[in-house]
């Protein structure tokens, strides 16, 4: 009878390997215990069933054979076995080759047949990794998932892998709050030995914080101390909030919160001596429930300071402790103190002061006595910046920011400055640092900049259909680091049925590398101005072709302070269509300008002109940043002059101011001012019926409104005409103004004006924040006006029309026979349409008020901005408007 020995092992489906080995004889099981084994048919049962000893040696190793292998080379399977041909073997090392070729994770099967030492060993090859997919993710993408799992195509396909990739997505979903998910890996048989690996992802709900329960509080409320815990219990009114899910960081965070309201509040003794997250059985909910001993509240002892610098004396240090003997213990403050100290000790020169506080406990009087110590360090000079991180913009772009050099002496204002102005640039993302670190010596210093690159050009594109414009398309680029010099290039193009445009910019901020800027523009303009006839039909009223160009020029005069300098040169030409707006008034059978049809402040600014105007701005700014400061105020005086040359003569003033506040919390609060005024330098001109032209023309005037005046349109604010048009509807002689509000409205703009604004802006979340949401609640207020009465002339035979407004809740009769300084200038008359009445409007320094609330988003399409205002205060013929948006995109 042949005697075969035969040795297998499997892997259970349910990833658990599991390891049978099996010695079989014709004649008996040796050496083996505890699992059934199956049985040849060759062999008698009443020899299967007897007992013999263990065998120590099986025989010596005649040949050994692979059979199976399909990828592999029978060597290398061989490799990883210690048999060898010559050699003794026993059932042991049967065994430890199995062993060590499944640890290899290469085979799904494997098996060890034995003829009287020729070895034949059987193995099946774990398959080849065709694809992974991913099926019921919806909360997180293929893209955030992906990384997570080391397994990929083309890999050889083994269980332990498939087991840690699960345990990472789970791992994944737990930090998003979804403790409830689960992965089933699935496993689908090709052919070619290839298997597709499917994750079949069961989300789950995402787990709340259903209550933060607090024991061992009695000094403050459970309310008062969930407020300082970044973890919220969840409620309806947080659906939006991102604090409600469960994250084990926070746990641990909002313990460090509670210890530090309690050690500001004086409760030095402060801990907490337990905190537990449980997990509802429905993996829903957390349960949160911290253990604190709150300890007794600490007053301050004597505080004094003790210096072993010499430039730092403790006078003067002392000046800086704001604690007093007496006063509650509050561990903030004297960690501002430290800092504040070390600020001062930077602007000696002394980069690595040491300020250490020494604490004396006394819990009989329950005081806190407190000595600042600043111990002895050597002034510290700049040895080298290190610039890392800037991929496009070039070093010298970076250090000419700097306000130190090497070779300096350290100076930790200049340090905090220099990180300002770099990141005023706007190219680098805020975390921007400038860290400081210890020298070749311990006298030098290093100043290390790691910045980020982030998106320094805009583009906007536009093209839609709008009942102002009907079709419309823009396009504007802009970019502030053209090929990482920091040069500014931009362009815009805008066209519509009603306006054109064509702009080009640009400006080299260090001309010659050194602190002076230099820049120009030049464009063109084609504007038709409009307005409504019956409300519906759209009228141009006149049409402005501008083109010019502008030199710009600025230097640095102090560190806060500039001087801007420019020169501009400009072509106008102010037209009106003559068959609308033209007639022979003198019947001298010459076409002219028609007061009645165009009214007399547009037939005043027709004409052709050139500007050339020569201007300076002085600019006194510290602000923290100019993109987005949060402290710091600025302050702009502006005059253009222009007659230097062409034929306008006027001198524009205008003054701009602002100021940031931290107000604690994340808030940023500003306020801000402007103001302007134009004044004419030509001679009084009258019309040809001997009425004064108002000096200052149409195209040169200021005018407010949307954007500088949120809650009013475009040019909504100020002096401006009301067209009213009079009829005769029951032919009683009575002409009344039309139903349905038919009017016809221009803005004049002023010569003087003023606007102000306050605004804070809300902090969100650190999700929102992510997102680049900056909510903000401001008023604005402002007014233009400075304009004489246009001369609204009276025609005969209509000065006395009795006119009633039929939008009035009751009927009235009125008689309006030209103005007076109480009441608003009207004239009447004739139209081609029928009659008319005109209102001129506005013209007051009154303030106008608005109140509301917008959002700056850096949305994905780019930065987008909308605000949502209500005029509170306004004036008779004031435009308003609810809401304004902008979006533009960045790259």
């Known amino acids: 009878m042949k005697v075969e020995k035969r040795v297998t092992a499997t892997l259970c489906s349910n990833f658990n390997q599991r390891l049978t080995v099996a010695l079989l004889t014709g004649t008996a099981l040796a050496g083996f215990t505890g699992s059934a084994i199956a049985q040849p048919a060759l062999a008698p049962p009443q020899a299967v069933t007897s007992a013999l000893q263990p065998v120590a040696q099986a025989g010596t190793v005649r040949s050994i054979a692979v059979t199976g292998a399909q990828r592999l080379e029978s060597d290398t399977v061989l490799s990883y076995t210690k048999l060898r041909v010559g050699q003794p ?56 998932i992906q990384p997570e799992i080391k397994l990929a195509p083309r890999q050889i396909f083994t269980r332990s892998r498939v087991r840690a990739d699960v345990a990472r997505i789970v791992e994944l979903y737990r930090r998003q709050g979804r403790f409830a998910a689960s992965v089933d890996p699935k496993m689908v048989q090709l052919d070619q030995n290839r298997v597709d690996i499917i994750f079949e992802i069961s989300e789950g709900p995402k787990s709340k914080v259903r209550q933060i329960n607090i024991i061992g509080n009695e000094k403050f409320s459970h309310g008062e101390l969930r407020g300082q815990m970044v973890t919220k219990q969840s409620r309806l009114f947080r659906i939006f909030s991102s604090g409600t899910s469960y994250d084990p960081d926070r746990l641990a965070y909002d313990q460090q919160k509670l210890r530090q309201f309690y050690l500001t509040e004086g409760y030095a003794d402060f801990r907490v001596i337990s905190a537990v997250a449980e997990l509802t059985q429905n993996k829903r909910d957390f349960i949160i429930t911290y253990v604190v001993e709150e300890g007794d509240r600490y007053k301050f002892g004597d505080v004094s300071v003790q210096s072993d610098i010499r430039d730092l004396q403790p006078e003067t240090l002392q000046k800086l402790v704001p604690m007093k003997k007496g006063d509650w213990y509050n561990a903030k403050q004297v960690e501002d103190t430290v800092t504040s100290m070390t600020e001062t000790a930077g602007l000696f020169g002394y980069a690595f002061a040491d300020i250490n506080p020494d604490f004396q406990r006394s819990k009989d009087n329950l005081t806190m006595s407190l000595v600042f110590r600043v111990n002895e360090a050597p002034r510290v000079y700049v040895e080298r910046i290190d610039i890392n991180g800037n991929t496009l913009t070039q070093d010298k772009v970076i250090r000419r920011e700097f306000r130190l050099h090497e070779g300096d002496a350290f100076n930790s204002f200049q340090v905090k400055r220099s990180a300002d102005r770099i990141k005023s640039l706007g190219y680098f993302q805020d975390k921007l640092e400038v860290e400081q670190k210890p020298g070749s010596a ?49 362009a815009s193009v805008n066209y519509s049925n009603y306006s054109k445009s064509v702009e080009l910019g640009f400006t ?40 010019g160009f502008q030199i710009r ?55 052709k002109r050139t500007t050339s105007s020569l201007g300076y701005s002085l600019i006194y700014d510290t602000r923290d940043n100019r993109i987005r400061p949060t402290k710091g105020h600025s302050v702009t005086f502006s ?32 306020l801000s001012g ?38 009013f349109d ?85 000065c006395s029309l009795t006119v009633t407004n039929p939008d009035s809740t009751t009927t009235t009769t009125t008689t309006k026979a030209g103005g007076t300084p109480a009441s608003p200038t009207c004239a009447t008359g004739t139209f081609a349409n029928g009659n008319f009445e005109e209102d001129y409007l506005g013209d007051t320094l009154k303030p106008r008020l608005s109140v509301g609330f917008g959002v700056n988003w850096n949305s994905p399409f780019g930065p987008f901005r909308i605000d949502i205002a209500k005029a509170l205060l306004k004036e008779p013929g004031d435009d308003t408007k609810l809401i304004t948006f902008n979006v533009g995109t960045q790259f």
């Open 89 to 144: 073997y026993n059932r042991e090392s049967l065994d430890l080759a199995l062993k060590d070729l499944f640890e290899t994770e290469l085979f799904a099967d494997v098996q060890i047949r034995d003829d009287q030492g020729n070895l034949t060993i059987e193995i099946k090859e774990n398959p080849v990794i065709n694809r992974i997919v991913l099926e019921g993710n919806k909360r997180l993408k293929d893209e955030k």
């Open 714 to 798: 475009i040019r909504g604010i100020g002096p401006r005409v009301k067209r009213f048009y009079l009829s005769d509807a029951d032919t009683d002689g009575v002409y009344e103004r039309a139903a349905g509000n038919n009017t016809q409205d221009d803005a004049l703009g002023g010569k003087i004006y003023y606007q102000a604004r306050a605004e804070l802006e809300i902090p969100l979340g650190s999700g929102a924040k992510e997102m680049g949401l900056r909510p903000s609640i401001f008023v604005d207020a402002g007014a233009v006006a400075g304009l004489k009465n246009p001369a609204l002339t009276q025609f005969p035979g209509y």
């Open 639 to 670: 005059q253009d002059l222009a007659g230097l040359g062409g034929s306008v003569k006027y001198l524009r003033s205008r003054i701009d101011a602002d100021k940031f506040w931290k107000v604690g919390g994340g808030f940023i609060f500003s």
């Open 674 to 711: 402007e103001a302007g005024y134009i004044h004419s330098l030509e001679k009084q001109k009258f019309d040809s019926a001997s009425n004064p032209i108002d000096k200052v023309r149409l195209t040169d005037r200021f005018f407010l409104g949307e954007p500088q005046m949120r809650g």
């Open 508 to 547: 080299e901020p260090y001309l010659f590398d050194r602190n002076i800027a230099l820049g120009g523009d030049i464009f063109r303009r084609d504007m038709n101005s409009f307005n409504y006839l019956n409300n519906n039909d759209r009228n141009t009223t006149y049409q402005q072709t501008t083109t």
């Open 442 to 490: 311990p006298d030098r210093i290093v100043l290390e900049t790691n910045v980020e690159e982030k998106s320094t050009g805009e583009l906007q594109l536009s093209a839609g259909f709008s009942s102002l414009e009907r079709f419309i398309v823009s396009a504007s680029i802009r970019q502030r680091n053209f090929r990482g010099k920091g040069q500014e290039l931009r």
């Open 553 to 607: 020029a600025g230097l640095a005069l102090t560190e806060y302070m500039s001087l801007a300098l420019r020169y501009g040169l400009s072509f106008d030409d102010v037209t009106l269509d003559k068959n609308s707006f033209y007639s022979d008034t003198d019947g001298n059978g010459t076409l002219e300008c028609d007061p009645i049809l165009a009214g007399r402040y547009l037939c005043d600014a027709i004409g």
